[in-house]
DNA sequence: ATCCTACGATGGACAGAGTCCAAGTCAAGA
DNA sequence: TCTTGACTTGGACTCTGTCCATCGTAGGAT
């Protein structure tokens, strides 16, 4: 089944009841839900689950490198399972819905030396806005 | 003086000491504050200030076009009245410190029309992330 | 220079997102 | 099956931001 599981399990995670439904709500593609989402959704199947816990999963979770986090506009992040591989991402303006992109080229190349004032940078985080088909 | 300033009088925005303070404590290069920060400099100068007050001007600032949003790490929104010239950020993963920067390219021209989805695209926006040199 | 009034400021209540903690529960190894 | 350390719970708390009724004032009119 999910291999966000099998690899959990793998990598020793201990797994309960709770953690267990939060990664299978975040399995899957082109998922990009908020903590209260995943939390709504996992209430339908263990209605116990309280918020804190969700947090507390979905933290480990982007910990272990199995999930992102994404800020699209400055309000709830959302958590995004496509973690391994590299990808940007397109936000609606209007409704929020946000696509996984994958642009050309390399935007760490476009940034010249004498614009690095000397930090060390790990990586770069592209944000294309706009209106989707259901918003125009 | 400033040129913000004298912008916002010629464009009738309605000049109050609040906001002349608000203007005041903003204008100027790399200037990224948190509402709350702008508040607490804002109230060195006028002790009263209140946060609302400061949040209103904010949102005006930024629907006038003088000052972008942005949002590096989920937390506080950032105001940035370096608005009339196109940047991108630089952001320290440790201590949050941001700095403008311009890349080469335009991120926009590396979305493919089969990676835009329907979608009418209005802006891009990129955020390096690394460690600042007092950080690393 | 003074008056008027619509627009702006105030602060306190409220809301949304997220964190923390003490106490109870349970997964999984012995 | 037992044990125990790790996990879960829910409520209180923090931080960021919004709303609203009331009060104050900028700036045009006189």
């Not at 399990?9 to 975040?26: H, K, P």
């Not at 918020?51 to 986090?69: D, H, I, P």
Request: charged share 25%; net charge negative.
């Amino acid at each position: 089944m999910s291999d966000l599981l099998e690899r959990l399990r793998e990598r020793g995670w201990r797994m309960t009841s709770q953690r267990r439904v939060v990664a299978e709500v975040l399995d899957g593609d082109h998922v990009h839900l908020t903590a209260d989402e995943v939390h709504a959704r996992a209430a339908q199947r263990l209605p116990e689950i309280s918020r804190a816990t969700v947090y507390n999963a979905l933290g480990e979770l982007v910990s272990l490198g199995e999930v992102k986090e994404v800020s699209t506009d400055g309000r709830a992040k959302r958590y995004d399972p496509n973690a391994h591989r590299p990808h940007q991402h397109l936000v609606c303006s209007a409704c929020g819905t946000v696509r996984d992109v994958h642009p050309t080229g390399n935007p760490l190349a476009d940034l010249p030396p004498d614009q690095r004032f000397g930090f060390t940078i790990s990586e770069a985080e592209v944000t294309y806005r706009g209106l989707c088909p259901s918003c125009v």
